[in-house]
């Protein structure tokens, strides 16, 4: 009955990731994922902004300054173009927004945040506000020369439309663990990203509750093979497995400089590490019981990941600062 259900699970999943993908490659790219704003209040909207904001200034260490006439990529911005709009606030040049699906939104919910938006910043940075986007009688128009929404791709296609616009500043906030092809899209963003320029990436790894929803183990999805998972997950926008180790190798291989947080680790308590640590302590911020935790399931686990070091499997969340020598 087990392997009953188990099949059943696999097979409901392959069905549904490739519906997504025939759906994209039809043309429709609409999807609920990213509409993270649909569910909150206005003023959780402008927190949840300003917050994003903030972490891209304290991890990144950039200044007003460092932003002024800067081109910048946000990667996966969903329904909300905020975070994009405080940049320009600042004095950015030009932001891109380049997203693989459309997310449903409620365009009046979205004017009613980005007008009190507006009304937080000082004078100067309303003026800049105002240049990028226009919120006259409850509408909204865009000056494309200063913001441009880009969707229907990822950014493993981005070189297409970068190959002659390079940026200064790429960022992304639970995006890249939604990319089947990690490998790629890292050699696309350094394409297209200036010598000296920086990446900051918040990176969930964990399930999105695939199997965690039903009080499975938190390492559930790294017990498929990986040729199953990926017919189950790779055009769905769902997590790609990787772990820290993997994007550490991956910067390495193409000479960035980069810096690790981390933000979450497995166990009972998932509390985010506020400010996040460049290195967890055993006894401090994690114990017995959360290696233990891990071990219980290392037999099970899919080849790739069972000779992985504890710490790379209890780590459910990175920040990733990474700059181009």
């Known amino acids: 009955m087990a392997l009953f259900k188990e099949l059943r699970f696999i097979f409901k999943n392959v069905v549904k990731n490739q519906k997504r993908h025939l759906k994209s490659v039809l043309g429709n790219h609409l999807a609920f994922a990213g509409a993270t704003h649909k569910s909150r209040t206005v003023s959780e909207s402008i927190t949840y902004i300003n917050n994003v904001f903030e972490d891209y200034l304290k991890y990144g260490n950039l200044s007003k300054e460092s932003i002024f006439d800067k081109t910048i990529l946000e990667i996966g911005p969903g329904d909300n173009f905020g975070v994009a709009l405080k940049f320009l606030a600042l004095g950015a040049k030009k932001v891109y927004l380049l997203d693989k699906f459309y997310s449903e939104r409620d365009d009046i919910q979205q004017i009613t945040i980005y007008n009190n938006l507006r009304a937080s910043l000082n004078a100067a940075d309303q003026k800049r506000f105002d240049n990028a986007i226009s919120l006259i009688n409850s509408s909204l128009k865009i000056n494309p020369d200063k913001l441009e929404y880009i969707y229907g791709f990822g950014i493993e296609e981005g070189q297409k439309v970068f190959k002659n616009n390079p940026v200064d500043l790429i960022v992304s906030r639970a995006v890249m663990q939604e990319i089947s092809n990690t490998k790629k899209a890292f050699k696309v963003m350094n394409a297209i990203l200036k010598n000296g320029g920086m990446m900051l990436h918040k990176i969930d790894l964990r399930d999105y509750g695939m199997f965690t929803k039903a009080n499975n ?16 997950t ?20 193409l000479h960035f400089k980069s810096t690790f947080y981390i933000t979450h680790i497995f166990g009972s308590n998932e509390n985010e590490f506020i400010p996040h640590k460049n290195n967890i302590v055993y006894r401090q911020d994690y114990d017995d019981n959360h290696l233990n935790y891990i071990e219980q399931v290392r037999s099970k686990l899919a080849n790739e990941f069972k000779k992985l070091p504890a710490l790379d499997l209890l780590i459910s969340g990175v920040f990733v600062v990474a700059t181009k020598k």
């Open 217 to 232: 183990h938190q390492l559930g999805n790294l017990m498929y093979p990986s040729w199953i998972y990926k017919l189950m």
């Open 234 to 253: 790779n055009h769905s926008g769902l997590p790609n497995r990787n772990r820290i180790s993997h994007y550490k190798i991956l910067l390495e291989s």
